[in-house]
């Protein structure tokens, strides 16, 4: 069955510096792989989506994710973080063929001045 | 073009109320889901739809029914309201079935159960 960590609840950082947030996944076959972002009393917006082309998505906002099947990882990356990134991401899976996205747990990002 | 929006924004119930909770696109999309937002627990499916009268379970089901008799329209229904559905209700849309497609999110509705 198809499952999504992602590792922190909750990640801090200061205003410029670099923004990680890490997703790994479990899956039998090869998957769609999903992140959206949430702000504050707001729906999910996509940010970006691996759908088995380049393994180096861009998304909006500054944001790219690097899609690593030998990992099974798909970290959220962003050079330089600012103070209107600060919401909640959150990493999802899908299956071809499968009716469902599988969402991971969340992870609160904290922009610092 | 308003999006996906949802209706009410904010309910409280007592134990044992029946409620009805409202999503409605503007995107002509065949595919639309109700997922629950839980602390600590990511979107859980509740219950979809792939067109105008059809239905389907999602992971969480119970407790939830729901009906599309308009494509612009997916409704889910609580019958007997329990504190453990307190929650936040979002609905979401795309014009294609997932896996591949992007889900266009409503702004959620805030669902508390005394």
């Known amino acids: 069955a198809q499952s999504v960590t992602q590792l922190g609840s909750h990640v801090s950082v200061s205003e410029g510096a670099l923004v990680l947030l890490r997703c790994n996944y479990s899956s039998s076959v090869p998957p769609y792989l999903f992140w959206y972002v949430q702000y504050p009393n707001q729906g999910l917006q996509l940010l970006l989506k691996y759908t088995s082309a380049a393994t180096l998505v861009k998304g909006i906002n500054g944001f790219e994710a690097e899609f690593k099947k030998s990992e099974t990882s798909f970290h959220l990356t962003k050079p330089s973080a600012h103070m209107s990134d600060a919401a909640e991401y959150f990493c999802?899976?899908?299956?071809?063929?499968?009716?469902?996205?599988?969402f991971g747990a969340g992870t609160r990002l904290f922009v610092k001045a | 073009n308003a999006g996906v929006t949802q209706t009410p924004k904010f309910r409280v119930l007592k134990t044992g109320q029946s409620m009805t909770l409202l999503c409605a696109q503007d995107?002509?999309?065949?595919?639309m889901y109700w997922y629950r937002q839980d602390p600590g627990m990511g979107l859980r499916l509740i219950h979809y739809s792939v067109g105008e009268g059809t239905t389907a379970k999602g992971e969480v089901p119970d407790g939830y029914n729901v009906s599309r008799l308009k494509k612009q329209n997916f409704l889910l229904g609580l019958e007997s309201a329990a504190p453990s559905q307190t929650s936040v209700y979002f609905c979401?849309?795309?014009?294609?079935?997932?896996?591949?497609?992007?889900?266009?999110f409503g702004p959620g509705t805030r669902l508390l159960v005394l």
């Open positions: 999802a899976v899908s299956l071809l063929g499968g009716f469902k996205t599988i």
């Open positions: 995107m002509n999309h065949e595919y």
């Open positions: 979401a849309s795309s014009q294609g079935l997932v896996p591949a497609e992007t889900q266009y």
